[in-house]
């Protein structure tokens, strides 16, 4: 694989059911990200690792936990979905956290929390 | 309160030229993104500014003044496969991304 991979690519999920998304890079990136987006909002950051062993509440954490047990994987979870998750989630890398590079993103994971 | 302002949708024609504005009220100042997103796709990086000016890229430029909080992405020659939304984000004090709305861009024939 190259860059960054997300699964499941979409899901329907009953409110109250508990959820992971995963995520994975190759690109040996330090700093991952969480995002939701929303139609007519911007990115929203959920939670960040800056590097393996530790993680960060971005601006809207409620509802999701993270955990970053090494340098590849970033899974996302749900404890109890609600409806108000219902959103596209995107994954994302770089180098470094203060890399004003660029930030790469995964594909996307589409969440229909009923 | 972090604030990114661009304009929820324009449209322009195949060949032509269009400019699309951010203007940013952050905490701190680290740099400007410009990202480009197809429907239905992840976010690609298209540019990047953290000094006052122009920086050009093929077709497409970004121009930024920290003195008045604004930026904007030039299209130049448009092709019909420019058709998506333009993101601006602005890297605050903490080096995390302040995203807009997006603009989403049609090309008309």
């Known amino acids: 694989i190259a860059g960054i991979t997300q699964a499941p690519t979409s899901q329907i999920l009953a409110a109250g059911r508990r959820m992971t998304l995963r995520c994975t890079q190759d690109?040996?990136?330090?700093?991952m990200y969480w995002y939701r987006q929303d139609l007519g909002l911007g990115l929203r950051l959920i939670h960040y690792?800056?590097?393996?062993?530790?993680?960060g509440k971005g601006e809207v954490p409620d509802g999701y936990s993270v955990s970053r047990a090494n340098t590849d994987d970033f899974p996302l979870t749900l404890a109890s979905a609600v409806p108000s998750q219902t959103s596209v989630y995107f994954c994302?890398?770089?180098?470094?956290?203060?890399?004003?590079?660029?930030?790469?993103f995964g594909p996307g994971t589409r969440l229909t929390v009923l | 309160g972090q604030n990114i302002d661009q304009p929820t949708e324009m449209t322009a024609t195949e060949g032509a030229i269009v400019q699309i504005n951010c203007t940013y009220q952050?905490?701190?100042?680290?740099?400007l993104f410009w990202y480009q997103q197809h429907a239905g796709e992840a976010p690609t990086f298209l540019s990047y500014?953290?000094l006052d000016g122009l920086e050009e890229k093929g077709r497409f430029s970004s121009f930024l003044s920290r003195s008045k909080g604004y930026s904007y992405l030039l299209l130049k020659e448009l092709q019909m496969k420019d058709s998506a939304s333009y993101l601006c984000?602005?890297?605050?004090?903490?080096?995390?991304?302040?995203w807009g709305a997006g603009t989403k861009l049609i090309i008309k024939p």
């Open positions: 690792s800056n590097t393996a062993g530790t993680t």
């Open positions: 500014n953290v």
């Open positions: 994302a890398s770089s180098a470094r956290v203060t890399d004003t590079d660029t930030q790469y």
């Open positions: 690109m040996r990136h330090n700093a």
């Open positions: 984000a602005v890297m605050d004090s903490n080096y995390q991304l302040i």
């Open positions: 952050t905490s701190g100042f680290n740099g």
